[in-house]
Structures are given as C-alpha cells and as structure tokens.
C-alpha cells in the first residue's frame, strides 16, 4: 500500500500517528461499543523486536477477537507492545489536544474475516484494527506486570473512543490501520516504565524511546463513540 502520490481528496496520504484535537471529532451515533473477546491461553511469547518488545499471540483462529465498534469485520489478536520516551514527559505516540502521555500500548489485530494471514492483511485498507491505550504515570499497574494473563481487565465495560483511518506506525508504514483509541488512560508506575528503556536492541543499545513523530492529519475526520 503505497503513499498516494495524487492530491486528490481519495487518495491522500493517511499516516499515523496523530494529534486529537478533541474539539474538532465528531460525534458518530452509528459507532457502536467494542467487542472485545480475548482468551488468556492464546498467549505465546514475549519476542524483543529490536525496537521494542512483542507479546505475541496464537492467531491460527478465531480464539481471541475484536468486533464492533466502527469495525465491519471481526479481526484477529495477532500482538501487542507498548511505545515509549526517553522520559516520562513524552512516549505516546498519539497525542491529546497537544498532551503527550508517557507511554502508550497497541494491540493489534488483523482482519480474519476477508484476509487469511497478517502479511496479507497489511496490503489492504481495511487489513488492521490497532486499539491505542494511552499509560500516564501513576500507581503501579498490577495488570501491566503480568498483563497475559489479565487482557480482560485491560477492556473496561463502558468504553468511549476515537477511531479514524490511518497506518502502520513503524516501517513500512502501511495504510491499513482502523485506529481504535481508547479515551481513558491506564496507569504505569515510573519505575516500571524505567524496565522498557533497560531494553537492549540487537546492537545491545538500550530502546531509550520508539515512538513515531506525529503525521499530518490531512482531510481525514476523526470520529468519537461519545458526544
Ligand atoms: N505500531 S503499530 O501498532 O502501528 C504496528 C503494528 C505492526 C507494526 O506496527
Ligand atoms: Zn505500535
């Protein structure tokens, strides 16, 4: 999926990741809750990526899935990984009306309905469906420390959110992404953010941060699941 190069309005670029300004999303009553089913089994390794670390999941079917929500398909748990800062002033890859978080965790998933792998999902607009989960600084997170086996209680029943159409934020950047971003933040101690920038990358050289710069948002409108 390359980046349009024509400016025409179908085919700019659509990048990620963005700045909300809150103000300007538009409440979409047709935006229905998020289904969320995970199944904790469905849990395999925790796999160091170079620039950050994955905890990947079986996804030879349908066991833990995500649905709804501004979604026409149910899509796959594949994995997920947190983004992060040299410091806590900044890590997030979205950010909120101009606040950047601390840290921010993806969980991707890819469309099980239409595509029959991953690597095929990416190559198509409607392939991947990330929920974005902001982390700011705060209690320790009990769930973070052993976050496999209690998916579950990062979904919180009542939960509001922007979603809009963007892409892979690290390379090659696909435009494949239905963004899912949670407005509730989560929390992360200090100290347990400090354990992501002790990762070391293949060169042994500590991930002190991985989050993308912020991408223009073009003629894209971000939707909100509440007024
Ligand atoms: N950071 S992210 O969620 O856009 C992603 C998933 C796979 C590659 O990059
Ligand atoms: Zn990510």
């Known amino acids: 999926m390359g980046v349009c190069t024509s400016s025409t309005a179908q085919c700019l670029p659509r990048q990620s990741p963005i700045d909300i300004q809150t103000r300007r999303a538009k409440y979409d009553s047709s935006l229905k809750p998020l289904f969320i089913q995970y199944d904790p089994n ?25 649905s709804e929500g501004p979604l026409t398909s149910h899509y796959r748990l594949r994995q997920f990984h947190f983004h992060w800062g040299t410091s806590d002033r900044d890590g997030s890859e979205h950010v909120i009306d101009g606040q950047t978080y601390p840290a921010e965790l993806h969980i991707v998933h890819w469309n099980s309905q239409r595509y029959s792998s991953f690597e095929e999902a990416t190559k198509h607009s409607d392939g991947l469906a990330v929920i974005g989960v902001l982390l700011k600084i705060g209690e320790p997170n009990p769930v973070l420390q052993n976050i496999i086996d209690n998916l579950d209680k990062v979904k919180t029943k009542e939960r509001t959110y922007w979603t809009y159409l963007g892409s892979l934020t690290t390379s090659p950047y696909s435009e494949c992404v239905t963004w899912v971003l949670l407005q509730e933040a989560i929390t992360i101690s200090s100290e347990q953010l400090q354990h992501f920038r002790g990762l070391q990358n293949e060169d042994e050289e500590f991930i002190l941060e991985n989050h993308r710069p912020l991408q223009p948002i073009e003629k894209r409108l971000v939707k909100s699941s509440c007024k």
Do not use: Q
């Not at 390794?45 to 066991?63: L, T």
């Open 42 to 66: 469905t849990s395999k390794r925790i796999i160091n990526v170079g620039h950050c670390f994955n905890v990947e999941f079986d996804d030879s079917s349908d066991r833990s899935v995500l």
